[in-house]
């Protein structure tokens, strides 16, 4: 006799889109309760201040709900004296939540 299983894995609904204005309290929420009170302290963080991201990679996952559940951001940045150009990565976060759920 031959014996089959099917295994179905129900990770939830999510969206990645871009991020919008409406999302901005939401995804500052969302970065609380992901890194904590000392996220503002960090080095990184202190590079963002009062910039804001590269035009058109600010993007957010939304549930089903069409709640914010992950946010990632990348910034222009300028290496060194030389004045290369790179990109930033952060913050990168997931509703604690839902980490290991596929976002």
């Known amino acids: 006799m031959e014996m ?10 999510f969206a990645v889109v871009a ?5 901005v309290a939401a995804r500052e929420a969302l970065l609380d309760r992901a890194m904590g ?3 503002k ?8 201040r009062g910039r804001r ?3 058109g990679l600010a993007f957010v996952a939304r549930d089903a709900s069409g ?3 992950g946010t990632v951001r990348l910034w222009d940045v300028t290496l060194g004296e030389g004045g290369s150009s790179a ?3 952060g913050p990168l976060a997931v509703d604690p939540s ?3 759920a596929g976002i």
Do not use: N, Q
């Not at 089959?4 to 609904?13: D, G, K, L, Q």
């Open 4 to 13: 089959s299983v099917e295994i179905v894995a129900h990770a939830p609904a």
């Open 19 to 23: 991020e919008t204005v409406a999302d």
């Open 37 to 39: 009170p000392k996220r």
């Open 41 to 48: 302290t960090k080095s990184s963080e202190k590079l963002r």
């Open 53 to 55: 991201p590269s035009e």
């Open 67 to 69: 709640g914010v559940a």
């Open 87 to 89: 990109l930033l990565l």
């Open 98 to 100: 839902l980490k290991s």
